[in-house]
């Protein structure tokens, strides 16, 4: 057994208020881990908040749970003094945005399965053969002797599905399946996760449609962009919560290795998500530029006019497309 693991699940016997810290920018997995972890930890009694400084896409809303989420302000306000704090599916401080200013005060632990953690916590449980953060949580959970019902079950359960693409992704493997099966067992309901996705917004057609309007490819196809700027997401009555999942369509198409979307969230606020199909490395071109990842999901976020991001990225995934080639095909 991990020894940082065990030392967390000694730490979080012991304290008494936690507060359960997610990443900026957060994806299913992320809002599944943090939702799981602290109503574990309130099943145990202990008082338990949840935090993402960040605005949660409408979505998840669909699991009446996430408004458990408290902004930074409303954690701050409330005057509550944790004594332990737990992070959660974030690789480095700056992905926890404002709550970094709890670290240091408290012992923290950083539970994560991102290659490109930095270990910023007292203590790092990170293990990238998982793949997600929930199934890290799920066990978390197990060793504290949390007591799973079909809500809870469903919840831990959000987050394997999301960060696998529904069980579709090369990171679904056989731990995966197995800590699936578990949480059905426990009452798990598959059918009311596919509901995150079986819920668009017209709007959100026309969205994609302009996305598709601007796609362009280099290196004879084998590289994919396109981007929605600010005044597109307003144009289409949208923000950008709702261009989740587009990056995946671009990454669909036929013969893509690398395919990268451009978010410009806020403007001159770009992010930028890279995703790949069989060898390119996405988290060494998000290092690069400042992010993290994953070999196939990466990202990063950059500040400046789109145009001029947009040329510079596509540049210097370019210089990195050929350099892996040649180690990889070599
Ligand atoms: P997405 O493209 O969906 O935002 O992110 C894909 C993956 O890259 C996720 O695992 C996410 O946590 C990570 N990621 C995205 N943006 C950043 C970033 O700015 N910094 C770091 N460290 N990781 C990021
Ligand atoms: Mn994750």
Same mark, same amino acid.
């Given at each position: ?12 016997? &012991?304290?008494?208020?936690?507060? !359960? ?46 408004? &458990? ?9 409330? +005057?509550?003094?944790?004594?332990? !704090? ?10 926890? +945005? ?7 005060? !408290? ?5 994560? $399965? $991102? ?17 997600? %953060? ?46 699936? %099966?578990?949480?059905? =067992? ?27 309007? $601007? &796609?362009? %490819? ?24 709702? =261009? ?28 930028? =998500? ?13 290092? &690069? ?42």
């Amino acid at each position: 057994m991990n020894r940082d693991f065990l030392s967390i699940v000694g730490e979080l016997n &012991l304290a008494k208020r936690v507060l !359960v810290v997610g990443h900026i920018m957060p994806d299913g997995d992320d809002i599944s881990s943090v939702l799981s972890a602290t109503i574990g930890l309130q099943k145990l009694g202990k008082e338990a908040i949840a935090g993402i400084d960040w605005k949660i896409p409408w979505y998840f809303y669909e699991f009446e749970e996430t408004s &458990l989420i408290k902004r930074y302000e409303e954690v701050k306000e409330s +005057g509550f003094s944790p004594d332990f !704090v737990l992070i959660l599916d974030a690789s480095s401080p700056d992905r926890i +945005g404002k709550f970094q200013e709890f670290l240091g005060n !408290v012992p923290s632990a950083v539970i994560d $399965h $991102h290659g490109t953690n930095t270990f910023f916590g007292t203590f790092n449980w990170v293990d990238t053969k998982f793949g997600s %953060t929930a199934q890290m949580v799920l066990r978390l959970n197990g060793e504290l002797g949390v007591q799973y019902d079909e809500r809870l079950a469903t919840i831990n359960l959000m987050g394997i599905a999301t960060d696998t693409g529904f069980f579709r992704y090369t990171n679904a493997d056989e731990i995966v399946f197995s800590d699936a %099966t578990k949480l059905v =067992s426990m009452g798990g309901k598959p059918y009311l996760i596919s509901r995150l996705f079986e819920n668009k917004r017209i709007e959100q057609f026309k969205l994609l449609s302009t996305m598709i309007e $601007h &796609l362009r %490819t280099e290196n004879d196809g084998k590289i994919v962009y396109s981007y929605l700027s600010k005044n597109d997401y307003e144009k289409n009555n949208c923000t950008e919560d709702d =261009s989740g999942g587009f990056v995946g369509e671009l990454r669909s198409i036929q013969g893509i290795e690398l395919a990268i979307f451009f978010s410009e969230y806020e403007r001159g606020e770009i992010h930028v =998500s890279f995703r790949s199909r069989d060898w390119f490395d996405c988290s060494k071109l998000a290092v &690069l530029l400042g992010g993290g990842g994953h070999p196939r999901a990466a990202g990063c976020t950059l500040r400046g006019e789109l145009s001029v991001i947009i040329e510079e990225v596509i540049r210097e995934a370019k210089i990195m497309y050929s350099s892996q080639y040649s180690s990889v095909k070599s």
